[in-house]
């Protein structure tokens, strides 16, 4: 059974920082394409970052591009997502997903597509 397991949310001050994890476990993560998406309060989930299975690629939604970095490590299983010079803008449930993509990354921020998501990781932006 596939599941992905975020953890590292949680509340920091604004122009803070965090680091997100997601990890796998029923499945090796080498042939998926790993993307974070958030959804704040009353607004649609928005997509975030991707990186392809062999982190060579990767693609960021606008309002994040210059400040958040997503890695991966398949030998242990899991990707990450870095949140630098975080804003209140930036509070939201943060979700990783996985989709079956060999080395290419979706063009499209398309939640629909995705094989498994994690249960989410609460991340507050607040003085």
Known sequence: QLQLVESGGGLVQPGGSLRLSCAASGFTLDHYAIGWF??????????????????????????????FTISRDNAKNTAYLQLNNLNPEDTAIYFCASIELVDIIPILWDCSVHDAWGQGTQVTVSS
Do not use: H, L, N
């Not at 958030?38 to 960021?60: D, F, L, M, W």
């Open 38 to 67: 958030r959804q704040a309060p009353g607004k649609e989930r928005e997509g975030v970052a991707y990186i392809s299975s062999s982190g060579r690629a990767t693609k960021y939604g606008d309002s994040v591009k210059g400040r």
